[in-house]
């Protein structure tokens, strides 16, 4: 049985112009090569993409600083590609509280380094509200 999850639709094709990118592009570049090869095949797609979208990071209530999402997708998903060795638990904190200091739900994780793309759906169950 498939699970439902938040922005299925959004995320499967998030998912399925990440697997165009990795067939065309291939392993062996740097994480910012994906990047822009993904942004330009979700636009492609028409989707609303933003690249390097800056998210503000608050500490009780005061803002102590920002971060860059490398991909946002209809305002609703969060993409943080890769391009490393394996993806691991720290690379999945990374999008968990990258989910948290935005308020969205939904992030990818994306791994373009391997033969295969690896990729990971991460959902926050209670996102804080999003500041405007």
């Known amino acids: ?44 797609r028409g989707l609303k993409v933003e690249q390097q979208k800056e998210v503000a990071v608050e500490y009780k209530g005061e803002e102590v600083g920002t971060y860059f999402a490398d991909l946002l997708v209809e305002e609703k998903v969060i993409i943080e590609v890769k391009a490393v060795d394996s993806v691991s638990t720290v690379h999945e904190a990374q999008v968990i509280n990258y989910l948290k200091a935005s308020g969205f739900q939904v992030g990818l994780l994306l791994n373009f380094a391997s033969p295969k793309l690896e990729y990971k759906r991460l959902v926050l169950s209670r996102p804080k509200e999003r500041l405007s």
């Open 1 to 44: 049985m498939e699970q439902d999850f938040p922005h299925k639709e959004i995320t499967g094709e998030i998912l399925s112009a990440a697997f165009e990118v990795h067939n065309v592009l291939g392993a062996g570049f740097v994480e910012k090569v994906y990047e822009n090869g993904l942004f330009k095949e979700l636009r492609l």
